[in-house]
């Protein structure tokens, strides 16, 4: 659309907000060329939580890998190779969740290790 020129008699008491987007008649594309002004992000994305499980010496390495497989959605493998990381370094990370799903998740665990009479210990820690 070609830009309009108004004669005006009076000046506006209120200037007008500055037009988004903004058009520019001096960046060589024509006065019809729409530039769109960057803004920068408001919004953070969520801090995400990782969910560590701990080793113990009591916790059967079985009920570990079902507990990963369960909660964590990994399969078998996945979740032996995790258990075993856990029983080697002491601690394994099992899921990266947003904080609301991290604690539901350490809460999963924690009781269902307590049912079955186990120390098993599980974390949820900020990451970045
Ligand atoms: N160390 C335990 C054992 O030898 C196994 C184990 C693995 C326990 C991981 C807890 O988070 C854990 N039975």
Redesign the pocket.
């Known amino acids: 659309m070609a830009r309009m020129k108004f004669m005006a008699t009076k000046s506006p008491k209120i200037p007008p907000a500055p037009p988004v987007p903004v058009l520019k008649p001096e960046d060589g594309r024509g006065s019809d060329s729409v530039v769109l002004e960057r803004r920068p992000q408001k919004t953070k994305p969520p801090q995400m939580h990782q969910v560590v ?9 079985e009920f ?1 890998v079902v507990v990963i497989q369960e909660f964590f959605n990994k399969d078998r493998d996945t979740a032996t190779q995790i ?1 075993l990381k ?2 080697l370094d002491g601690k394994g990370i099992c899921g990266v969740f947003s904080k609301d799903v991290a604690a539901t998740k350490v809460d999963q665990v924690t009781e269902a290790a307590r049912k079955n009479g186990h120390p ?1 210990q599980c974390v949820s820690e900020p990451i970045e």
């Open positions: 499980l701990l080793n113990d010496d009591y916790t059967p390495m570990v258990m856990i029983h098993l």
